[in-house]
């Protein structure tokens, strides 16, 4: 079990440019879920899907974010144009179902100029 | 909605020693897992223990156990024999297990910070 596969590990842009970050989810699972993490905000949920479906994007600060899961083996999450103020830890997570804990990857640091 | 609330900022400990993290929730549901998960400096996020709500007995992973008290919505994590290697931020998290939606989401607590003096 490779786990949770997040690329890259970090990325450094400058300010208006676009971000794609990438996640693999675990075989098998079936929700997948984009947070991201600051000091000032904690670890805060961007979107949810299950089955491939965006379930909850609630979370997503504005229309600069989106993400995609066209297949079950396959997430991105996409910021454009980027902002100082994006710079933070995106985890993708991946869990089976409503079951138990989620399973996260190890993280893009985003850092933007 | 559901909270989850860790009033421990910091935390410290000597090795050896035995420490307990305090959480505590808000939820309306019966229904639901709880989770302490722990971020070393390296900020994966590792899973350490979880709870069933429908459980009454308290789980435990080797030196970590919780004590999990549904009426009053408390699950705080005991480390027993302190390492080194558990210096790290431990965030405790709720996710509800009703089915479908928006519902399953982990809501996280805002992480305690560990520290084992040597």
């Known amino acids: 079990d490779a786990g949770v596969i997040q690329s890259p590990r970090h990325e450094v842009t400058e300010m208006g440019q676009e971000v794609t970050l990438r996640c693999k989810p675990i075989s098998g699972h079936n929700s997948l879920f984009w947070y991201r993490q600051t000091m000032m905000r904690g670890l805060e949920l961007l979107i949810y899907f299950n089955n491939n479906v965006p379930i909850d994007d609630s979370g997503m600060p504005e229309d600069r974010f989106s993400a995609k899961m066209p297949n079950a083996s396959f997430s991105t999450l996409k910021i454009q144009p980027s902002e100082p103020r994006d710079s933070a830890v995106y985890f993708c997570?991946?869990?089976?179902?409503?079951?138990?804990?989620?399973?996260f990857g190890n993280g893009t640091r985003l850092t933007v100029t | 909605a559901q909270t989850v609330t860790q009033s421990q900022p910091e935390m410290s400990v000597q090795e050896a020693e035995t420490v307990t993290l305090s959480c505590t929730y808000d939820t309306s549901e019966s229904d639901y897992y709880l989770f302490w998960y722990k971020q070393p400096p390296s900020r994966q996020m590792i899973l350490v223990i979880r709870q069933e709500a429908y459980k009454q007995q308290n789980a435990t992973e080797n030196r970590f156990s919780v004590n999990f008290q549904k009426a009053a919505k408390s699950f705080s994590l005991k480390i027993s024999d302190s390492q080194l290697g558990d210096a790290a931020m431990y965030f405790c998290?709720?996710?509800?297990?009703?089915?479908?939606?928006?519902?399953?989401?982990?809501?996280f607590g805002t992480g305690t910070l560990l520290a084992v003096q040597p």
């Open positions: 997570a991946s869990s089976l179902a409503r079951l138990g804990g989620l399973h």
């Open positions: 998290a709720y996710r509800s297990q009703r089915y479908g939606g928006a519902t399953n989401k982990l809501i």
